[in-house]
């Protein structure tokens, strides 16, 4: 479990359906590319649902990287904040989004839905059964990750680019 007032990031997707898998992707690249300070906590969402609940509601703050299907053209970036989100209703974003509308959804009622809250993804071109992203996402997601650097630097967490030094 985080501690009390932890800023999460979690990679949300699945890894055998194409572009779906480009929140856990990008998570991946930034565990192994970026440096991050102490505050910031990596979690492998993957397609949990309602698993992902207790982990959110202890945060302080959340950033969810995902495919999000926001009707654009393929590979473009993404930024969703608060209640850009959707909760109880609205279009669903990605395949596994009613799940995660439904964490959101159970939060915000119960009042623990952190104070900051946003995702920052890619428009996917393909939603179907392959290990990989498509050419196109899979070449953003270095913009998608400078755009996840940039938010977590206005929350105050700034990072960056090169390798987390092993821990002795």
Known sequence: MNEPGTLLVVGLGNPIMGDDGLGLAALDRL?????LP???????????????????EEAQAVLLLDAID???MPGDLIELEGDELPRLFGHKLSPH??????????????????PRLAAVGLQPERIELSAHLSPVVA??????????????????????????????
């Open 31 to 35: 565990r192994r590319d970026w440096r």
């Open 38 to 56: 102490a505050g910031i906590e990596l979690v492998d969402g993957g397609t949990w649902g309602m698993r992902l609940l207790p982990v959110i």
């Open 70 to 72: 926001a009707g654009r």
């Open 97 to 114: 989004q009613i799940d995660l509308r439904e964490v959101l959804a159970v939060a915000g009622l119960r009042g623990t839905l952190p």
């Open 139 to 168: 070449g953003g997601v270095d913009r998608m990750l400078a755009a996840v650097a940039a938010r977590l630097a206005t929350w105050g967490h700034p990072i960056l680019p090169g390798r987390t030094p092993a821990v002795a």
